[in-house]
T-cell receptor, first 114, second 113 residues
Framework: NAGVTQTPKFRVLKTGQSMTLLCAQDMNHEYMYWYRQDPGMGLRLIHYSVGEGTTAKGEVPDGYNVSRLKKQNFLLGLESAAPSQTSVYFC?????????????FGSGTRLTVV | GQQVMQIPQYQHVQEGEDFTTYCNSSTTLSNIQWYKQRPGGHPVFLIQLVKSGEVKKQKRLTFQFGEAKKNSSLHITATQTTDVGTYFCAGCGSGAGSYQLTFGKGTKLSVIP
């Protein structure tokens, strides 16, 4: 049972380039989330999804887009990368809302934008 | 919006000493969850508390939810080097439509052998 798998684990981008981060979960979870983690800032929610075909904005959505075409996958896109998007990105999933269920996190993607 | 504050930001303890981190919210929470992130790792769910005044234990870890459901604490007895990491609390507001967790910024624990 793999849990939550994120690809890639590391990436270096040049300013203005685009990329997609993939998150896949095999736990049949309805809810999926993308967070970014920066030193001293904790975990900040970028976008989330409460089910296949749905997405919603989190705390820091600007510069990112997401898609949830399949229940098990949640994609995070950066259309034109900026140095301010250098961060560690975590995907998480949960069976239901955080009000009732804990989150399972992936191992993260370390992104550097130069 | 919902804010969850954690103190202290950093804590250095000698191995064998106790450690406590505190989580405070300006508004009533419906639940509190605790996560541990090892250095270079990802957050891992530890526990959830939902009842006012609730206390739960996991071996040397004791979790408490305040009577007013606005604060919580995590206490580690006799720390070990395996306890090193950042501990996050996270909670949902108690209002209608509050379903997503808000995370605190975490307390980074260092244990000196």
């Amino acid at each position: 049972n793999a849990g939550v798998t994120q690809t890639p684990k590391f990436r270096v981008l040049k300013t203005g380039q685009s990329m997609t981060l993939l998150c896949a979960q095999d736990m049949n979870h309805e809810y999926m989330y993308w967070y970014r983690q920066d030193p001293g800032m904790g975990l900040r929610l970028i976008h989330y999804s409460v089910g296949e075909g749905t997405t919603a904005k989190g705390e820091v959505p600007d510069g990112y887009n997401v898609s949830r075409l399949k229940k098990q996958n949640f994609l995070l896109g950066l259309e034109s990368a900026a140095p301010s998007q250098t961060s560690v990105y975590f995907c998480a999933s949960s069976y239901g809302p955080g009000k009732y269920y804990g989150y399972t996190f992936g191992s993260g993607t370390r992104l550097t934008v130069v | 919006g919902q804010q969850v504050m954690q103190i202290p930001q950093y804590q250095h303890v000698q191995e064998g000493e106790d450690f406590t981190t505190y989580c405070n919210s300006s508004t009533t929470l419906s639940n509190i969850q605790w996560y541990k992130q090892r250095p270079g790792g990802h957050p891992v769910f530890l526990i959830q508390l939902v009842k006012s005044g609730e206390v739960k234990k996991q071996k040397r870890l004791t979790f408490q939810f305040g009577e007013a459901k606005k604060n919580s604490s995590l206490h580690i007895t006799a720390t070990q080097t395996t306890d090193v990491g950042t501990y996050f609390c996270a909670g949902c507001g108690s209002g209608a439509g509050s379903y997503q967790l808000t995370f605190g910024k975490g307390t980074k624990l260092s244990v000196i052998p």
